[in-house]
């Protein structure tokens, strides 16, 4: 044992002897190295963004939002696209939603301490941890065919829905447990059962933490291509789902759900890899609509996370 | 005798009500634990699914041939499959990421734990976020249009598709996930460790990489797997920049097609519900999820271990 320990106190200063004695000169050295790649870093990204803003821009207008995909890329549009990924979204935000809070509740709340927590928690981490691709081949084999969905708007949402669920699950949880105990021990004190603790006092105040795991996911989902490859989602569509809304009784229409769709990164992964320059360029104003909506997205989770934990921190409950 | 009658009536309702709760609690208890049960399913139908997928494959290839051949030609004439070139390419792409994330990524989390001011960590934090949330399609834009032409001008005969312009974009695009990772990592090493080893007289530097690096040892080796399995299955860089040619081959300079991309290709083509070349598409699939699966389960541990 402290034969191991002398050992690693002459690693140690074999190590401080590499460095040299002039400590400063070390530090300065280290953040001029970092501060170069810091800017390295941004600097290249940026650089990226804004070839793609420069080739996509001009391509960037109302007819280009509101026109269908074509052969003639000066004709071709994000319409169906956009609208599609609007409503496979609409589905992945409602489903991901109640199973990942309910999920997140439990194993904050109920759960108790045993094996079968551990593999739930395991689960969620391996979910986190696969590849997208693979829960589209899950999705291919079980949505589309087993259960027979087809490549609709409904299988794109449900296999989306699998892939953000850790997303909202860890959220929820880190905003459960940021909330105090005394508040737990003063609710139950006054004879609130469990259930009630939940709802009329522990879902209120995570409300923010959750919504901001919700953004993220709605981001992430958003922009997710590879599962919905997969799933065999068509490239081409020239045409709308059906309406969701209609001026009819029961004024709700559920056909649009098994319709075919396309969304923002399939097509915008169909123009890139045509050889045609043009299409590169229309790839390029779809890539741009894609960044404002994950920026935007992104902002606001994080301007909701900074709100809250100003009024949180004044007020500590 | 009206009190007591009243008294009575209360305790009763009581009773009822405490049973009416009960009941509800038991069922919403019920309810949620079945709901919870969604994580654990979902992990067993993709095993389930993709090893019951690929069984037929398995008739007709045998498997050691599907681990050793060095040709991978599904849509030939006359068909070969051997994983080898899949893997390779996979591997190259990765250990490219990997280079560039750890190097850059290492680097950053330092500067910002440790030398930025509050102000400027706060500033370049949610800058992380947002390049960690853009989409990966967007990415192999970038690498395709714009990096694979500017590294043709340093090297004269590189292919338009080749696996070194992928391997780089995808590091680029992992470093802000893994700096924040780190970043979290370092910031919770608490300040004793710091203000020791700075009393002592250790510079920040040797600070960083004698006290605090080894220090969060575990949760940098958890973060690093993390990086690597995201790599391994990061479909649409690959799918765009690198390529779509199955040729064994370790040279970053060369086309490659990685497992993912295998997959998307087989997808976007038409190869009918049932056909070899479907089936192999799973084949390739439950290779890609073991692999993954063994490494987020050790990634698990390592982390867990720790708390």
Known sequence: ?317 | MRQSSNKLSISHQLKRLIEHRKITERWVTTLFFGVSLTSIITIFLIAFTLFAESIPFFEQVSFFEFLTAPEWTPLFENPKFGIMPLVAATLTTTWIAIVVATLLGVTLACFLSEFASPWLRETIKPILEILAGIPTIVYGYFALIYVTPFLQTFIKDLPGFNMLSAGLVMGLMITPYLTSLIEDALSSVGPELREGSLALGASRVETIFLVLLPQIKSSLIASLILAVSRALGETMIVTIAAGSMAALSWNPLTPGQTLTAFIAQISLGDSPHGSLSYQAMYAVGFVLFVMTLILNVISFFIRNRKV
């Open chain 1, 1 to 317: 044992m402290s034969l191991v320990f002398l050992f690693e106190i002459e690693k140690c200063e074999v190590l401080m002897g590499i460095f040299s004695a002039n400590k400063s000169l070390q530090d300065r050295i280290f953040l001029g190295v970092s501060v170069v790649v810091l800017i390295f870093v941004l600097g290249i990204i940026f650089a990226l963004f804004g070839g793609l803003i420069n080739q996509g821009l001009d391509r960037l207008n109302w007819d280009f939002m509101f026109s269908f995909p074509s052969r003639n890329p000066q004709k071709a549009g994000i319409y169906s696209a956009w609208v599609g990924s609007i409503l496979v979204i609409l589905v992945t935000a409602i489903c991901s939603v109640i199973i990942g809070v309910i999920t997140g509740l439990y194993l904050e709340e109920y759960a108790p301490k045993n094996w079968m927590t551990q593999i739930i928690e395991l689960a969620i981490a391996n979910m986190a941890g696969v590849p997208s691709i693979t829960f589209g081949l899950l999705a291919l084999s079980f949505f589309v065919i087993r259960l027979d969905f087809g490549e609709s708007i409904l299988t794109a949402g449900l296999t989306l829905t699998l892939l953000v669920l850790p997303i909202i699950i860890v959220a929820t949880r880190e905003s459960l447990r940021s909330i105090p105990l005394s508040i737990r021990e003063a609710v139950y004190s006054l004879g609130a059962s469990r259930y009630q603790v939940i709802r009329d006092h522990l879902l209120p105040y995570s409300l923010h933490g959750i919504l901001t795991g919700v953004i993220l996911a709605i981001s992430r989902a958003i922009g997710e291509t590879a599962p919905l490859i997969a799933i065999g989602a068509l490239t081409f569509i020239a045409f709308l789902p059906q309406p969701p809304l209609e001026e009819q009784f029961p004024f709700v229409n559920f056909d649009w759900l098994f319709d075919n769709f396309t969304v923002l990164p399939i097509q915008m992964y169909n123009w890139i890899s045509r050889p045609q320059e043009k299409f590169h360029v229309n790839a390029a104003a779809t890539g741009i609509v894609l960044l404002i909506i994950t920026t935007l997205l992104n902002l606001m989770a994080q301007i909701i996370r900074f709100y809250f934990r100003k009024k949180y921190s004044r007020q500590s409950f």
